[in-house]
C-alpha cells in the first residue's frame, strides 16, 4: 500500500467521522492484545477509530507504532482518537474507494 496523499487522508477522515472507536488503549498502553483487536477490527472494517484513554500524552508516537504494527495508515488523529486505514486485501471486497488524483 503507497502512502497516503493528504486528500485521501480527508477523504478517510470524512468516512471515519460518525464511526464510534472500536479499539480502546488503556492503562496498559499498546499491548499485543490491542494490537491483535486493531487487526481484527481493521480486517473486518478497513477504516477505524482507536481511543487512547490513558497515555494521551504519547498518541502522537504511539498512534504510528499502531499503524506499522498492524501494517495500516494512519489516517489522523482528532483529540484523543486516531483513525486508522487498511485496505481489504482482495480488491473486490475493498468497501472504501479512495478518491484519485484528478488530472
Known sequence: ?????GFQR???????????PV????????TAQVVDKAIEALTAH???????VEFKDQK???????????ESELAGILGHVAIL???????EKREIRLP????
Open 85 to 91: 486505514y487498511k485496505p481489504h486485501s482482495e480488491p
Open 60 to 70: 502522537k508516537v504511539m498512534a504510528p507504532e499502531l499503524a506499522k504494527a498492524t
Open 23 to 30: 479499539v480502546m488503549i488503556g492503562k496498559n498502553g499498546m
Open 100 to 103: 484519485e488524483r484528478k488530472k
Open 1 to 5: 500500500m503507497s502512502e497516503l496523499q
Open 46 to 52: 478497513e477504516l477505524i477509530k482507536v481511543r487512547f
Open 10 to 20: 480527508r477523504y478517510l477522515r470524512s468516512k471515519a467521522h460518525h464511526l464510534e
